[in-house]
């Protein structure tokens, strides 16, 4: 069968596959668009199972902010390259957009939504696509939605490296409007990025974590000849040298290291003439573990 062109070119520009695939699947399908537009989506599939064992280590994490909520994504792919690339970057917005607009409680739920900008097909189905198209694998790894308050609460955010770490903070305020409000969220929401607490305060610290740190100070003050007299003591002092460096108002300011976080939010409390109380962060890391 004698396939035009403008065929080809036609079939290309719908879906970004390679001439000389698109002809072949013009050729498959007889000339016919839709099929060969399915053709071209299950060789997608093919390339998305062969490179299922591939590390997608790279990619972007997203934060899109609305006054009510705040939503934080990860897509992943294999490369810095692919990470850079238009239809990547293009999918990541779409997808924000779409997340923002629904809000699914649930993975299955945001891999259905359907999108008019890509013809009414589905995030699932444009990732097969793209897969097929960029012959990388990508993954939509993760999202999570941070509801706000907006009487008593503000989210801030933060992306760093290009989207190599993401942070929301809240916080709970009086004012929540006022800007000293928003500017000690978004140096709260820094310094999370930079000294990843394990926690807002020392209440906050699983019970778990506590004492799995208790046990092992323990451990090392046995091996150190010190009386066991003055072992409690050392303990102690190592669990609070412990939160100093772990939980996030009493961490070293990264901005001025002559104070610590609580008195940075002091500073903000007097510029915005009301209290304010950090409550909550997210922080991820590009492909590591929640």
């Known amino acids: 069968?004698?396939?035009?062109?403008?065929?080809?070119?036609?079939?290309?520009?719908?879906?970004?596959?390679?001439?000389?695939?698109?002809?072949?699947?013009?050729?498959?399908?007889?000339?016919?668009?839709?099929?060969?537009?399915?053709?071209?989506?299950?060789?997608?599939?093919?390339?998305?199972?062969?490179?299922?064992?591939?590390?997608?280590?790279?990619?972007?994490?997203?934060?899109?902010?609305?006054?009510?909520?705040?939503?934080?994504?990860?897509?992943?792919?294999?490369?810095?390259?692919?990470?850079?690339?238009?239809?990547?970057?293009?999918?990541?917005?779409?997808?924000g957009r779409l997340l923002s607009a629904k809000k699914p409680a649930t993975m299955d739920q945001a891999l259905g939504i359907t999108s008019a900008a890509w013809d009414n097909r589905s995030i699932s189905d444009r990732l097969t696509e793209l897969i097929g198209k960029i012959g990388e694998k990508i993954t939509f790894r993760r999202f999570s939605f941070v509801e706000c308050n907006t009487v008593s609460e503000k989210i801030a955010s933060y992306i760093h490296g290009n989207g190599k770490i993401g942070v929301l903070v809240k916080v709970k305020a009086d004012n929540p409007g006022v800007e000293a409000v928003a500017a000690v969220g978004k140096d709260l929401a820094m310094q999370v990025a930079a000294s990843r607490p394990v926690a807002i305060d020392r209440q906050s610290v699983p019970q778990a974590v506590v004492e799995k740190e208790r046990e092992i100070y323990r451990e090392q003050v046995k091996m150190s000849g010190k009386p066991e007299k003055i072992w409690d003591k050392i303990v102690e002092g190592k669990l609070g040298k412990y939160f100093e460096e772990s939980v996030l108002v009493e961490q070293v300011y990264i901005k001025d290291t002559a104070i610590r976080v609580s008195d940075r939010i002091k500073q903000a409390e007097k510029e915005a003439g009301c209290g304010i109380v950090p409550v909550s962060f997210v922080r991820w890391e590009l492909g590591s573990e929640e």
């Open 1 to 95: 069968m004698n396939i035009s062109a403008s065929q080809v070119s036609e079939l290309r520009e719908k879906t970004g596959v390679g001439m000389m695939q698109c002809k072949a699947a013009l050729i498959e399908s007889n000339g016919e668009m839709e099929k060969a537009i399915d053709i071209l989506r299950k060789q997608g599939q093919a390339t998305a199972a062969r490179r299922a064992g591939k590390a997608a280590k790279e990619g972007k994490i997203t934060i899109i902010n609305t006054p009510l909520f705040s939503v934080v994504f990860e897509v992943n792919c294999e490369t810095d390259f692919v990470a850079r690339n238009d239809d990547f970057i293009a999918f990541i917005d779409e997808t």
